[in-house]
């Protein structure tokens, strides 16, 4: 498995670990009897940005102490090729979702949700963007 | 559209050239050795250019390297 693979199942699983318990927790019913009706949702992202920046540093420290430097050299064309293809299938992702929260949402939803619904899309296309990049490397590994 | 394959030869070539590895191909030509594994394989198509300097490599011309079948087309029922 290529460096680079190894970096998008290590950017899934980030994901995977810090966005599934996130979007479970915010769907759950709001709490409006409490003083800071924001503060529960900000505490909650943030504790799950830092989830997620915190098992991306490790897994990085650890690939990178793992790998040869040749492996983690400069990207080539076929590199660029799978990261174009995997762009190109996220931005579609993305915008879809920026349509429908953007566009749509406001009309039937307010507040917390259309900020989750924002920040599901943002997920939902760098899930699209890293399947992309592994479905890629596993297709087309040999060795 | 005529349909075809593309398959190369760079297995054979590499033997006849000492044994050259996927690895020190791979840096002579500025690709990965999992690139050259996927070329070889017939896994993924390389630019022209990169074609270009494979053969460059193994002093052939790129015919040597790589080689275009083409499909029988279906015949058609009149």
């Known amino acids: ?143 | 559209m005529m349909q075809g394959s593309i398959s190369n030869r760079i297995r054979t070539l590499r033997f006849m050239n000492g044994e050259m590895s996927q690895a020190e191909l791979g840096q002579r030509i500025g690709l990965t050795r999992q690139t050259v594994a996927a070329i070889e394989a017939g896994k993924y198509s390389p630019s022209l250019e990169a074609a270009f300097r494979i053969a460059e490599v193994f002093n052939v011309p790129l015919g040597e390297v790589f080689q275009w079948e083409v499909k029988a087309a279906p015949s058609k029922a009149s």
């Open chain 1, 1 to 143: 498995m290529s460096y680079r693979e190894k970096i998008a199942w290590l950017s899934l699983a980030a994901m995977a670990v810090a966005y599934g318990p996130y979007f479970v927790l915010a769907t759950r019913s709001p709490r409006p009897w409490e003083p800071f009706p924001h503060l529960h949702p900000l505490g909650l992202f943030a504790v799950v940005s830092i989830v997620r920046m915190l098992i991306l540093g490790a897994g990085y420290l650890y690939l990178r102490l793992g790998s040869p430097r040749e492996e983690r050299s400069a990207r080539d064309e076929r590199d660029r090729a799978i990261e174009q293809r995997s762009l190109n299938a996220a931005y579609y992702v993305l915008i879809a979702g920026m349509i429908l929260v953007g566009c749509i949402m406001p009309f039937s939803s307010t507040g917390w949700t259309i900020a989750n619904a924002a920040i599901f899309w943002i997920v939902a296309a760098e899930v699209v963007h890293y399947g992309v990049v592994v479905a890629s490397y596993r297709v087309q590994a040999s060795v």
